[in-house]
């Protein structure tokens, strides 16, 4: 029996209530200072999540429109300048006249969209940038306008991928955390976010979204404003669509980080053999990609990554497949791509090797003599008749044996060749930059500004200040190591070297964001790790290895060519002329306003300029046989004599004709 009055037995119950309520507790019966009831907040619980107040909520996401103009600014900021410099270099007297290899693809195009779409020899220049022309000659326009309006607008679309994928890849954390993702079949599930690079803790820490959003906004606009992007993309060169080729792959890739998909790796197969036939030293991308399917994206099981693997060898298949068919279709040779390897290889690592390009036969620049000499000369040291691979092969030969013989020299060799794949200058081919920073004054604008000496070192400092998200930036990391080696596996010129240069755009990006944010929080040891990276980095990238004035020399003299070949000879020593004025001791430039002058039947002036090429290389025998014709013509038959001799040294066409010339005078 309860003993307890029936006021007690109701408090003791109103009491055990107000409790599971969360009300504040009630003072006994009979109190006189009674208080009003109070509700307090309930104690938080384990097993019920709590509802997150205004302070806490997620930020709304803002209308697309929003969020898209930053990266519509960037496309028509790049679109606008390449626009702008397509119509600045319409003026230049060799706008419409392709040279060196330029003139070779617009040929090839030519026949190509003539019928010739199977061709008769194995492929031994890149086929992509050929057929890429022929498509646009056969149905919109064959002039060279058309295909400089449409590499304008690839550039601009190239500048936007390479800032969606910086956006993607400096991510600090996933993309996919934001739709928590179940765990697909195979073990593919969501990969676990990553730690921000700023401290949550720092009121003054941006958001790692926001964060990455900006580096990838400023690596389009970097991309968009580079004087060489600029200048490639108005030249009748495979450089344009390499580069879109890259960023589409770095785009592509990006995507797969957080939700792989096999389709996404079948595009991305197709995208590097599209690459690897416009560019062949892009193939190695296909192993990196590869390497990193299998090891690198993070929390997928074996079977997922069987499926991406297989996307991704068959969308390379895609594309090699019918080529190595057609190889050997026209010309019995298996090869995927191309097979001029193995002369490349040669003229990158022999004795004489410098780094730079230098041709198998001196003078035999042009495309039309590369293939001919490296087949002549290597069935010469055989002896016998060789297929395509056993050339390519022969060359592979005599480049192995000098690296065995003096492996230090090429050693040697490959450190000036790293140093010369990120030094600011860029290595003209037949058309040089610097050439046309004189006529486009937007180029001579930027081009002292934003150059691999100034956007080498921020890529330098980003690298340091990202090491914290490694794993998320490995393929980053690989695919401008294995980019590096393949360039300085050969030899360099500027644009062979450009597809490196969206790699180095992205990671400058993040090394002015995040530097701007080590300022911002007075983060004192990543400015100094910084300061120290851009130090070192810009000593590599602006010490002097090459002698530019020689090459722009060569760059003015090989657009006088052109002008003299297509008749205009009094431009073409104009030319000639600001060559010298650019490099006095060349003698190219002598020799060739001796060629021209003898054109226009100026005797007198050919024999002055001959003679000082030939004081400037005395053992040139084309220009001993020009100064016996320019003397003969003079009445001079004794010293035309001495000089077809002489010129008896050279090539065999050379030879051939001074031979000829002495038999008409008699010998």
Request: glycine share 8%; with cysteine; net charge neutral.
């Amino acid at each position: 029996m309860n003993d307890q009055p029936d006021d007690i037995i109701e408090f003791e119950d109103h009491e055990r209530a107000r409790r599971l309520a969360g009300m504040a507790p009630t003072p006994a019966p009979g109190h006189a200072d009674e208080p009003e009831l109070t509700l307090l907040p309930p104690a938080p619980s384990r097993d019920i999540p709590v509802r997150p107040g205004p302070a806490d909520a997620p930020e709304p996401p803002r209308p697309w429109y929003i969020r898209a103009w930053p990266w519509a600014l960037v496309f028509l900021l790049a679109l606008g300048l390449r626009i702008a410099y397509v119509q600045q270099i319409r003026s230049v007297p060799f706008f419409d006249a392709p040279i060196g290899d330029a003139a070779a693809y617009d040929a090839w195009a030519h026949r190509i969209a003539g019928g010739d779409w199977i061709g008769r020899e194995t492929f031994y220049q890149a086929p992509a940038y050929p057929y890429f022309l022929a498509i646009v000659y056969r149905f919109i326009d064959d002039g060279p306008l058309a295909i400089r309006w449409i590499q304008a607008g690839l550039g601009a679309v190239a500048c936007l991928l390479a800032g969606f994928a910086a956006a993607r890849f400096f991510a600090t954390r996933p993309h996919a955390a934001q739709h928590q993702n179940p765990p697909r079949k195979g073990g593919a599930g969501p990969s676990m976010p990553e730690a921000p690079s700023h401290p949550s803790a720092n009121p003054k820490a941006a958001a790692p979204q926001h964060v990455a959003r900006l580096i990838g906004i400023t690596a389009g606009i970097l991309l968009a404003v580079y004087p060489p992007a600029i200048f490639f993309g108005g030249l009748i060169q495979k450089t344009a669509l390499a580069t879109f080729w890259m960023t589409l792959t770095l785009w592509l890739c990006a995507r797969q980080l957080d939700r792989p998909r096999p389709l996404g790796f079948l595009f991305i197969g197709i995208v590097l053999g599209l690459f690897g036939l416009t560019r062949e030293n892009a193939l190695v991308l296909a192993g990196v990609v590869l390497l990193w399917t299998i090891f690198g994206l993070r929390g997928a099981g074996w079977r997922a990554r069987q499926m991406w693997i297989t996307g991704l060898v068959a969308g390379l298949l895609l594309v090699f497949y019918p080529v190595a068919v057609r190889n050997f279709f026209v010309g019995g040779t298996w090869a995927v791509t191309t097979v001029q390897a193995g002369p490349n290889f040669y003229i990158g690592n022999n004795p004489d090797a410098t780094g730079l390009y230098r041709p198998l036969v001196p003078n035999h620049e042009t495309p039309e003599f590369e293939r001919a000499d490296a087949r002549r000369l290597a069935e010469e040291a055989a002896g016998h008749e060789l297929t395509d691979l056993e050339v390519s092969h022969y060359w592979l030969s005599r480049s192995w044996a000098f690296m065995r013989s003096d492996p230090r020299a090429w050693l040697e060799l490959v450190g000036r060749k790293l140093l010369l794949t990120f030094n600011r200058y860029e290595i003209p081919d037949t058309e040089g930059y610097n050439v046309y920073c004189g006529f486009a004054w937007m180029l001579g604008a930027l081009a002292p500004v934003l150059n691999l000496g100034t956007v080498g070192p921020l890529a330098a400092a980003g690298l340091v200040l990202t090491l914290a998200r490694w794993r998320r930036l490995g393929l980053l990391y690989l695919m401008t190591l294995a980019l590096v080696l393949a360039i300085a596996a050969f030899y360099l010129f500027a644009r062979y070297r450009f597809p490196l240069v969206p790699l180095i755009i992205l990671f400058a990006a993040a090394g002015i964001v995040e530097l701007v944010c080590a300022f911002r929080d007075q983060r004192i040891a990543r400015i100094a790790a910084a300061a120290a990276a851009v130090t070192v980095a810009a000593v590599a990238c602006n010490w002097p290895l090459v002698d530019a004035a020689r090459l722009d020399a060569m760059s003015y003299s090989n657009l006088g060519t052109v002008l003299a070949q297509r008749g205009d000879i009094d431009a073409a020593i104009r030319f000639f002329q600001i060559a010298i004025e650019t490099d006095p001791s060349a003698p190219a430039p002598y020799y060739q306003i001796g060629t021209a002058s003898l054109v226009q039947g100026d005797t007198q002036q050919a024999i002055a300029a001959l003679m000082e090429a030939k004081r400037r290389a005395p053992a040139w025998p084309a220009v001993d046989y020009q100064l016996g014709v320019a003397n003969e013509h003079d009445g001079n038959l004794r010293a035309a004599h001495r000089f077809y001799t002489a010129a008896l040294q050279g090539n065999p066409e050379i030879a051939a004709a001074a031979q000829e010339a002495l038999n008409r005078l008699g010998e």
